[in-house]
């Protein structure tokens, strides 16, 4: 059974930076594809970036590109979500996700395992 652990979130100032982690365990993290999805207040979830198993290539939504990077640490089994230049829409809870499918999912459908949600409050 895969298990997600987020951590990382807080309060930031509009402009600043978080940097989000994922640890999974229990399976071979290889294996997974990583997403992060996040929900704002009175919002749908939805995603924000994804990372493939193998080749590492991403997806981004267009509102985070150039501000955030997905990353992996296949020793630590970890994924990371940097989050620069933050700004008050970007406030949510942020929630990773593992797929087996092969490529960058910006699916919901796609993934099998969630994490339970680290919140990112960033004011004006």
């Known amino acids: 059974q895969v298990q997600l652990v987020e951590s990382g979130g807080g309060l930031v100032q509009a402009g600043g930076s978080l940097r989000l982690s994922c640890a999974l365990s229990?399976?071979?993290?290889?294996?997974?594809?990583m997403g992060w999805f996040r929900q704002g207040p009175g919002r749908e979830r939805e995603p924000v970036a994804a990372?493939?198993?193998?080749?590492?290539?991403?997806y981004y939504t267009d509102s985070v590109k150039g501000r955030f990077t997905i990353s992996k640490d296949n020793v630590k089994n970890t994924v990371y979500l940097q989050m620069n230049r933050l700004k008050p829409e970007d406030t949510a809870v942020y929630y990773c996700?593992?797929?087996?499918?092969?490529?960058?999912?910006?699916?919901?459908?796609?993934?099998?395992?969630w994490g339970q949600g680290t919140q990112v409050t960033v004011s004006s």
């Open positions: 990372i493939n198993r193998g080749d590492s290539a991403t």
């Open positions: 229990g399976r071979t993290f290889n294996d997974y594809g």
């Open positions: 996700a593992a797929t087996r499918r092969y490529g960058p999912s910006r699916h919901q459908y796609d993934y099998n395992y």
